[in-house]
């Protein structure tokens, strides 16, 4: 039933599209514009606007997938991407009376017997929850998360079109083809089944704080869970309060060393990745906090976790370590091993592509560089070698963008790219325990010997 509602929303929005693109190729909508508003100049609709325009009015799935394409440079052309960023603060709240009635269906009880206070104003509002503030009974300052109402079923009917309207734009679309639009939906299906269980991103977040607790890291966490009222659908954390990563500007006043938080995050998360095989797969500004009034960092909403079997974790760490030490024609090797790619590349053609795509980033200072390049400039390389990248790779390589958007906003002298202390990590017994050969990999790359016997990497 749900998808024959959105088939019928879907006709109307086309129809409404094309009757709008028909008028605009002959002249009538200008004429009318021109009409209706002479001392207006004229501003022709271009189709990227009608198409983003058409996402919106298909609701909070569809913006969501706005945003992967607005945060895709390179896989879409440049009008489409920078079109589809306005979709990345176009998510309406609904109701507050509608989020008190699926919180009062999921606690099974009274709002009062838990609730001392509930903010009806959201917090926030994203494409598949809202976040409103809460006091529990006993005082508690708490957030409640809670679903969009009907947003499971309107996901499985938007998706089903999703995937048809794929494999047609594919057939007739080369910018389809090479963005590989049914690869994205396929991949956008399966995050968005995880963003949609509260409960595994509850779990998601207890990992994270035992993986911290494991390495006695003390200064970094995810919010607490309160399990005995989270359901799928709701989920009540711990208040969290604190500065973006990257709003500088609100703790200028206070004494707040920016370099000391950011690499103590990126450090942190590294970790994750590299010992653990697990880490946080949307590390935008929103969802890492800098908390000056306790001295740590909270990593905030785990719907996306990226995870990394042994052999394909070991693949990122020697991607990581021949990029710090400019080794490309290992970094095109291990892109290929992470990757799929023709019997008959030619790596040393590859690895002098990336040369030219990584060279500028490799310097101390950052400058006037744009790093949102790099990852157009990868996907560019790689289709023209054939090479395939898998999705957790490709979201490491966007999670370390969004780390040195930070840095070079709060501490421009710190590359996230070439420093090691950012992974001394790996020269602890813990590494050695994580069943990590850090010979073997400085075997493959011999640069980095002298590094690390000249920084002398420990742990802080």
Known sequence: ??????????????????????????????????????????????????LRKFFEDM?????????????????????????????????????????????RAELG???GQVFADINPAPIAA???????????????????????????????????????????????????????????????TCTLAQELDFLQEAAHMNEFNEIM???????????????????????????????????????????????RYIRTSLRTWLLTVLLHGFFHGDVHAGNL???????????????????FKTRERDLVLRYILAFTNQD????????????SAPAEIDIDAFAEDLAEVYAPIMATRMGDMQPMHVLPGLFRNAQKFGVTLPREFLLIIKQLLYFDRYARLGAPNLNVFTDLHLIDFLFTPAAAEAG?????????????????????PTVH
């Open 436 to 456: 990590i050969d850090i010979n073997e990999l400085m075997r493959r790359i011999p640069a980095i010997q002298s590094r690390i016997q000249g920084s002398n």
């Open 213 to 259: 607790q494991t390495h006695a890291i003390d200064r970094v966490f995810a919010p607490r869970v309160f399990p005995e009222w989270s359901t799928s659908r709701v989920l009540i954390m711990e208040h969290v309060e604190g500065v973006k990563a990257d709003d500088f500007e609100s703790s200028r006043d206070q004494d707040f060393d920016a370099e």
């Open 1 to 50: 039933m749900a998808r024959v509602r959105r088939s019928g929303r879907v006709a109307f929005l086309v129809t409404r599209l094309v009757v709008v693109v028909v008028l605009t190729a002959i002249g009538i909508r200008r004429l009318w514009c021109i009409i209706k508003h002479p001392s207006r100049p004229h501003q022709r609709l271009r189709k990227s606007i009608l």
């Open 126 to 188: 994203a494409s598949i929850a809202q976040v409103h503030a809460a006091t529990l009974r006993d005082g508690t300052k708490v957030v409640i998360k809670v679903q969009r109402p009907r947003i499971k079923e309107i996901a499985d009917a938007d998706l089903w079109f999703m995937r048809h309207s794929a494999r047609v734009l594919e057939r007739f679309s080369i910018h389809a083809r090479i963005a590989n639009l049914r690869g994205m939906v396929e991949d956008f």
């Open 289 to 307: 906090m800098f908390c000056p009034a306790t001295d740590r960092i909270a990593f905030l909403d785990f719907g996306i976790v990226g995870r």
């Open 328 to 339: 490309f024609r290992e970094l095109a090797q291990t892109i290929v091993d992470v990757g």
């Open 59 to 103: 609701g909070p799935v569809f913006i969501k997938f706005g945003q992967i394409v607005a945060s895709s440079p390179g896989l879409f052309p440049d009008v489409i991407s920078s079109e589809f960023k306005r979709c990345l603060d176009r998510v309406p709240s609904f109701p507050a009376e509608e989020a008190l009635t699926i919180l």
């Open 109 to 111: 009880c009274p709002i």
